[in-house]
C-alpha cells in the first residue's frame, strides 16, 4: 500500500540536543511538506520541498533544518536553536505543486524534557 | 497576511445533533478551499471545494463554498461517536507559491452518546 511513513511516533529529547524525525513516501509524490501542529492554533507550515535537492523556507523555518536528496525522502532536524521544539510533526506529499490534496503521514510527537 | 479561521473552536453534542462548522479565509491568489478530519494521528481529506455554491456531499457528510463572502461550512447530520474529532479547513494557494496549504486552528467536535 502506498503511504507516507514518520519516525519515530514518539521522541523525547533533552534540551540542546538535535533530533531527526524521518518522513518516507512511496506515492511517487514531488512535493513534499513538514507542518508544526500545536493545541489550538492548528497546522503550521515549516518547510516545504517541491523537487529533488531544493526547499523553501515556510512560516516557522527559524530551529529547523531540511533535505531533499531523494525524491522519497525529507527529514527533519529539529535543532537546539528550536526555542519551543514540543509539538505534533505532520509530514506531507502531493503530486506537485499544482496539485490540491496533500496526504499526511501519522506524524511524530516530540517531548523536550 | 494569509488566514483562514475556523468556528467554533471546540463543540460538544450529542448523537443525533447536526452540526455546522464554520471556515473563513482571507488569502492571495486562492485556489481551492479543502476540509479535512484528523482522529489523533493523521489527517484524512474530505473534500475540495473550487466552485461557489456547488454542494459537495459524502454520506452524512457536506459542504458548499461561497468565495464572494469568503467562507464554507461543513455540515454532519444524524453525528454519531465516529464523527468525533478535530475538522481542519485549509486553503490552497496557487501553484507559484509552491503549492501550500493555509490551516485554520481546527474545530474539536465531541459527540457523546
Known amino acids: 500500500d502506498g503511504g507516507i511513513t514518520q519516525s519515530p511516533k514518539y521522541l523525547f529529547r533533552k534540551e540542546g540536543q538535535n533530533v531527526t524525525l524521518s518522513c518516507e513516501q512511496n506515492?511517487?509524490?514531488?512535493?513534499m511538506y513538514w507542518y508544526r501542529q500545536d493545541p489550538g492554533q492548528g497546522l503550521r507550515l515549516i518547510y516545504y520541498s517541491q523537487i529533488v535537492n531544493d526547499f523553501q523556507k515556510g512560516d516557522i523555518a527559524e530551529g529547523y533544518s531540511v533535505s531533499r536528496e531523494k525524491k522519497e525522502s525529507f527529514p527533519l532536524t529539529v535543532t537546539s536553536a528550536q526555542k519551543n521544539p514540543t509539538a505534533f510533526y505532520l509530514c506531507a506529499s502531493k503530486w506537485g505543486s499544482g496539485a490540491n490534496v496533500l496526504t499526511f503521514g501519522a506524524g511524530s510527537r516530540l517531548t523536550v524534557l | 497576511e494569509d488566514k483562514v479561521v475556523q468556528s467554533p473552536l471546540s463543540l460538544v453534542v450529542h448523537e443525533g445533533d447536526t452540526v455546522t462548522l464554520n471556515c473563513s479565509y482571507e488569502v492571495t491568489n486562492f485556489r481551492s478551499l479543502l476540509w479535512y478530519k484528523q482522529e489523533k494521528k493523521a489527517p484524512t481529506f474530505l473534500f475540495m471545494l473550487t466552485s461557489s455554491g456547488i454542494e459537495k456531499k459524502s454520506g452524512r457528510l457536506s459542504s458548499i463554498l461561497d468565495k464572494k463572502e469568503l467562507f464554507s461550512i461543513l455540515n454532519i447530520t444524524a453525528t454519531q461517536t465516529g464523527d468525533s474529532a478535530v475538522y481542519l479547513c485549509a486553503v490552497a494557494l496557487l501553484y507559484n507559491q509552491g503549492g501550500k496549504l493555509i490551516f485554520g486552528q481546527g474545530t474539536e467536535l465531541s459527540v457523546k452518546p
Open positions: 506515492l511517487n509524490h514531488d512535493a
